[in-house]
């Protein structure tokens, strides 16, 4: 189970960090994913951090967001900084366990569960 924390209403230029903690004692074998929907949008692949600890970024965040975790607290973490209006999304974090996202790791299909997402609006 996934519980994805730490949206909210932030200005542009703004920084946030988003929170998805896990339950279960096997987390450091997770594939842990952030996706994004804005409104009217579709789903899309924001980052992800690899059981091994590697990163990769969507071209639109690269640089201003860090994926990161901590498997003794069995959490993800999303830093947003230098945040903008295009940002405005409704946040998912999900997870792979079978390993099934190691190729294709930035469609959503790929991970088995899913946390309920949390908001970030950018205001300008």
């Known amino acids: 189970q996934l519980q994805a924390s730490g949206g909210g209403l932030v200005q542009v230029g703004g920084s946030l960090r988003l929170s998805c903690a896990a339950s279960?004692?096997?987390?450091?074998?997770?594939?842990m994913v952030w996706f994004r929907q804005a409104p009217g949008k579709e789903r899309e692949f924001v980052s992800t951090?690899?059981?091994?600890?590697?990163?990769y970024y969507a071209d639109s965040v690269q640089g201003r967001f860090t994926i990161s975790r901590d498997n003794a607290k069995n959490t993800v973490y999303l830093q947003m900084n230098s945040l903008k209006p295009e940002d405005t999304a409704v946040y998912y974090c999900?997870?792979?366990?079978?390993?099934?996202?190691?190729?294709?790791?930035?469609?959503?299909?790929?991970?088995?569960?899913w946390g309920q997402g949390t908001l970030v609006t950018v205001s300008s």
């Open positions: 999900a997870a792979d366990y079978r390993g099934n996202s190691n190729t294709y790791y930035y469609v959503g299909s790929k991970y088995e569960y």
């Open positions: 279960g004692p096997t987390f450091s074998v997770y594939n």
């Open positions: 951090i690899r059981r091994s600890g590697r990163t």
